[in-house]
Antibody, heavy 121, light 110 residues
């Protein structure tokens, strides 16, 4: 069975940093792209970033370019999201999602339960 | 302002059929597959329809998807109270080199 488990969320001050992790199991991790999708309180889904299966290519939403970095450790079946220069508007539940292809699409067949990031002074 | 446009809400009575539209452009829906996600409040999204009109195993055939040009649609027939959820369309945008979601549509079963 496929599992995705996010961790690392919490309360951080504006301008601060946070690193999210998404540990996975139940599938050949290196063969699939992984993404982060966030949802601000009471709002819709917003794609954040995607990393291809071999880790050589990433795609980022304009709203997080230069501040957020996605990475992965295929030996640990884990994907990370390093978030720097956090803003109040980054407050959201962050979900990691498994793509159905190595290259990255918008077809996410499995999602984690989400981790809440709150940016506030 | 989302790249893909969905109605904020739709409603229907039990056993009725409703449809949710998703409008985009040539660089996204016009070129790539559309997928639909269902999100029951307080839970993570789940893939409901993939590649325009395919259902994952376990999704009843009351749910169907279609795409034409730069628009897509999700239809739900035989409405049930358990279908109350938020529904999102999504696709890849070649111009943005990224995933785009619709703003979401809240379905209420009256």
């Amino acid at each position: 069975e496929v599992y995705l488990l996010e961790s690392g969320g919490g309360l951080v001050q504006p301008g601060g940093s946070l690193r999210l992790s998404c540990e996975t199991s139940g599938f050949s991790f290196r063969n699939y792209a992984m993404s982060w999708v966030r949802q601000a309180p009471g709002k819709g889904l917003e794609w954040v970033t995607t990393i291809r299966g071999n880790g050589d290519t990433t795609y980022n939403a304009e709203s997080v370019k230069g501040r957020f970095t996605i990475s992965r450790d295929n030996s640990k079946s884990t994907v990370y999201l390093q978030m720097n220069s956090l803003r109040v508007e980054d407050t959201a539940v962050f979900y990691c999602a498994k793509d159905v292809y190595e290259s990255g699409t918008s077809e996410f067949d499995y999602w984690g339960q989400g981790t809440l990031v709150t940016v506030s002074s | 302002q989302s790249v893909l446009t969905q109605p904020p809400s739709v409603s229907g009575t039990p056993e009725q059929r409703v449809a949710i539209s998703c409008s985009g452009s040539r660089s996204n829906i016009g070129t790539n597959y559309v997928h639909w996600y269902q999100q029951i409040p307080g839970t993570a999204p789940q893939l409901l329809i993939y590649r325009n009109n395919q259902r994952p195993s376990g999704v009843p055939d009351r749910f169907s998807g279609s795409k034409s040009g730069t628009s897509a649609s999700l239809a739900i027939s035989g409405l049930r109270s358990g279908d109350e959820a938020d529904y999102y369309c999504a696709t890849w945008d070649d111009s943005l080199s990224g995933v785009v979601f619709g703003g979401g549509t809240k379905l209420t079963v009256l």
